[in-house]
Structure formats: C-alpha cells, structure tokens
T-cell receptor, first 107, second 114 residues
Framework: KNEVEQSPQNLTAQEGEFITINCSYS?????LHWLQQHPGGGIVSLFM???GKKKHGRLIATINIQEKHSSLHITASHPRDSAVYIC?????????FGTGTSLTVIP | DTEVTQTPKHLVMGMTNKKSLKCEQH?????MYWYKQKAKKPPELMFV???????INESVPSRFSPECPNSSLLNLHLHALQPEDSALYLC?????????????FGSGTRLTVV
C-alpha cells in the first residue's frame, strides 16, 4: 500500500469547470505539498500545507490533519491547467509522493 | 533568486560516455536532492545532501556519483550508464532537510542513454 493515495488518476474537464483532486495519506506528516508537472517538464511547487487552507489565484488547497486528507481545487479551469498534479508528504525524515493525477482541460 | 537551475536541459549519451548534470540554487537552502523520474511515475529519491554532506543514498548504482562542491551547487556524475537509466533527473532544494520549510524543484534534465 502506498503511503500517499491520490484520486482520480485521470481527469478530463471542460474549460470553466470546478475541479477537485483528492489526496489521502497514512503517515504522520510535518507538511503536505501539492506539485504541478507539465508533460516532459520539471516540477513546480504549488502549495505547502501543514493546516487549514491556502489560496493562490484560482487554486485552493485544503488539509484536514485529523482525517489525513487534502484536496486541491481549481476554479474556472483553463486548458493551461492541463498537467499532472502530485501530492507529496513530508514526515520529517522521508518525502513520499503520490502517483499523480493527470488533468486535461478541454477548450 | 527563487529558482533551482539545472543544466543541461537535454542530454544524449552513449553507454561508454562520462557526463555530468549540474544543479544550482542561490536561495541559501542547505539541503539538496537528486531524483529520478520515469515516464508516468512519481519521482524516486536518489541522494540527499545536507550541509554539503551526503546524508542519504537510496542504494543507487555506483555509475551515478553525486558531488556537492559548495552549498549552492550539486552535481551528478554519470559513467557507463545503461539504456534503462534514461529518465528525467530532477534536482530540488529545501531550507530544512526533507522540505520542512519549503521545497523547490528544478526543471529537470531529460537524459537519454543510447
């Protein structure tokens, strides 16, 4: 069993739709990261969370420490949001990655 | 400067070649990492340097040799690689070890071994 599970694995949305990607983890963490990776490209860190909620533009990330669950929301999705979104957790000693959610936003 | 810069962006090398990947950051981060990422898979940790000392080596074959000449620079020396070593090699850095206070990735080096 992976320490970090993401759902869905693949997601296709129409432009303008509200998108949610979920992440559950099974280990104690000091922080959770949401990362974005475009095809063939490097990784961009979107958020680092240890509690509550953060917002950056159209992206919102939330975390529930008690439930060991985080969500990444994208409002008014756009084709340029098409990428792989990766949830990763830091336990203080280790960094565990989810397998990623591949998002395609269709114009 | 809030970036991790990796060079080259693309590299094609033969199995008998010796090449090096370079990673540089000027954010004052004291931990630096090498990851290997195969297509459609999450990154796999290879090495961690903390305060210029190798702190984690995830059983990586000796044909990969990391080097941290100073707190801003991390190299990965490659020698006698195999075609299965073709992958995206990502460098990252963090203020604290294992990303306790923020984590920045480079854009990667796409390596092809022929």
């Amino acid at each position: 069993k992976n320490e970090v599970e993401q759902s869905p694995q693949n997601l296709t949305a129409q432009e303008g739709e509200f998108i949610t990607i979920n992440c559950s983890y099974s280990v104690g963490i000091s922080a959770l990261h949401w990362l974005q990776q475009h095809p063939g490209g490097g990784i961009v860190s979107l958020f680092m969370l240890s509690s509550g909620k953060k917002k950056h533009g159209r992206l919102i990330a939330t975390i529930n420490i008690q439930e060991k669950h985080s969500s990444l929301h994208i409002t008014a999705s756009h084709p340029r949001d098409s990428a792989v979104y990766i949830c990763a957790v830091n336990t203080g000693n280790q960094f565990y990655f989810g397998t990623g959610t591949s998002l395609t936003v269709i114009p | 400067d809030t970036e991790v810069t990796q060079t080259p962006k693309h590299l094609v090398m033969g199995m008998t070649n010796k090449k090096s990947l370079k990673c540089e950051q000027h954010m004052g981060h004291r931990a630096m990492y090498w990851y290997k990422q195969k297509a459609k898979k999450p990154p796999e940790l290879m090495f961690v340097y903390s305060y210029e000392k190798l702190s984690i080596n995830e059983s990586v074959p000796s044909r990969f040799s990391p080097e941290c000449p100073n707190s801003s620079l991390l190299n990965l020396h490659l020698h006698a690689l195999q075609p299965e070593d073709s992958a995206l090699y990502l460098c990252a850095s963090s203020q604290g070890r294992q990303g306790s206070y923020g984590y920045t990735f480079g854009s990667g080096t796409r390596l092809t071994v022929v």
